[in-house]
């Protein structure tokens, strides 16, 4: 069965420094979302992807952090620097369209530990 | 906007007991609805939807649950519970045409022997 790809599955890191997270989509799922879940809370967006538009964007705090899906494939969130209150799980999940109905698929996530 | 609330961020039953999970949402359009399970530093996992249609929904690992419109509620149920069924469990809204997919804040589900 296909799975959504994610590396690394940990991450710790100073306060101050870049990190960057990687996500593979199921094959030939056209919508990409980037969640962040803190611990003992659900997931919230931070961005969406159709393609390699970003459809929606509004919750990524952008002086820090930034997304992109060149290709329309894999998709990389990065954090530049990073700060204490960004310890948390970083989700990547893709759907077949923007069909909202559409179900989620969610990869394993990384979790980000900042120091 | 879409919003969940999930009553109950702890709930513990006894292996066998029957396992009840609360959802009410909040949509302005009819909406969609998913129960997704997530075990310790791992991914969320769909256990059932509903979309348009029979409002009561059978998913995996023996978990139902029923839209009910009138009570702007979407409960998880399974009559049995297992030892592995220990995780925690979210519950999630969307609109038609709208992208925003909204979730709740979880409830971690313990099952005693």
């Known amino acids: 069965e296909a799975e959504v790809a994610q590396s690394p599955r940990y991450k710790i890191t100073e306060k101050s420094q870049a990190v960057a997270f990687w996500c593979d989509p199921i094959?030939?799922?056209?919508?990409l979302y980037w969640y962040r879940q803190i611990l003992g809370q659900g997931p919230e967006l931070l961005v969406q992807f159709q393609d390699e538009s970003v459809v929606d964007d509004s919750q990524l705090p952008k002086d820090r952090f930034s997304a992109e899906r060149l290709k329309g494939v894999d998709s990389t969130l990065k954090i530049q620097p990073a700060e204490l209150g960004d310890s948390a799980m970083y989700l990547c999940a893709s759907r077949v369209s923007g069909e909202t109905g559409d179900t989620q698929y969610f990869g394993p996530g990384t979790r980000l530990t900042v120091l | 906007a879409q919003s969940v609330t999930q009553l109950g961020s702890h709930v513990s039953v006894s292996e066998g007991a029957l396992v009840l999970l609360r959802c009410n949402y909040s949509s302005s359009v009819p909406p969609y609805l998913f129960w997704y399970v997530q075990y310790p530093n791992q991914g969320l996992q769909l256990l059932l939807k509903?979309?348009?249609?029979?409002?009561l929904v059978k998913g995996i690992n023996g978990f139902e649950a029923e839209f009910k419109k009138s009570e702007t509620s979407f409960h998880l149920t399974k009559p049995s519970a297992h030892m592995s069924d220990a995780a925690e469990y979210f519950c999630a809204v969307s609109e038609r045409g709208n992208n925003d997919m909204r979730f709740g804040a979880g409830t971690r589900l313990t099952v005693k022997p």
């Open positions: 094959s030939g799922h056209a919508t």
């Open positions: 509903y979309t348009t249609g029979a409002t």
